[in-house]
């Protein structure tokens, strides 16, 4: 049997679970290839499917859904009948249209979801001032991916009639989706900016910026393709770049997953299937 795992990870929680998944794939003594999406020319390149019995998809969840490149990369991807699997990662917070909407591009694409998964992380608004997920995944997601891993081989392996999952229809339209990420990306965090006088000019900002936004001589992102990923911030050598704090906001959100039945919840990795 032969599983691709692709994924997109701008600050590394999803590779953390595509590596499990991998490292328990190896064990159960599956052929596995792992493809990294996050850079701006390996989304270029063709995803070649044929040679495998089945691909696992792993993205960040963006504004409740996957972020929009990679939703456009997947637009583009011909499933050919193969089943599939995806999993996220999330900060804890919003989360089930992810599951729903990607379920529509692999449906139109012709894939076969047998199953998906979330798994709580560090939120990327930790490097704004919030602490939310902090330490996570932790060894308990990491158990719930190899589990998530083993039931879903399975279920690629299965010969029964493929059965596909139905998940509740999101409150939130795609329309609504994109205003929020739109509001989200420049409103509440602002762009990545140069602070400070210690910059090597090494270029790394720029050479690893998922959209081409970073522009290394000017110390700025541009407003238009900036996705407010922070792969820039999280791996500046000189952590010369930076965005505003919005730690004001942490006490609110905090509240929701302290007190709330539904915050409590979305502390918790799950699998569908
Ligand atoms: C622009 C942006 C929007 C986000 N929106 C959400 C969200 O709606 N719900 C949530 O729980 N986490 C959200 N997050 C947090 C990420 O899903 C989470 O930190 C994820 O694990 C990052 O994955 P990575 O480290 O592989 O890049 C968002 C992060 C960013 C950068």
Redesign the pocket.
Known sequence: MKILIAF????????KIATVIKNKLKELGVNVTSVDITSYSSRQKELKIDEYDGIFFGF?????RAPRICREWLHNINGKGKKCSVFF???????DPAHYYTKQILDENNFKLVSSAEFV?????NYSGWLAAQNRPNQSDYKIAEEYTVKTINKFITKEAYIPIEYDKPIFSSEQLDQAEKY??HVITKLPTRDGVNCSMCGLCENICPTKAMDAEKGLADLDSC????RCIANCPDQVLHTNNISNTWEKKLEFHKTTKEGIDRMVSKIYI
Request: a positive charge; aromatic letters at 22%.
């Open positions: 997109f990870s701008a600050t590394g929680n999803t590779k960040p969840i963006y504004s409740m990662t999330y900060g804890g917070f919003g989360k992380s560090a939120h990327t608004f989200r990306f996705i407010s990923c922070f």
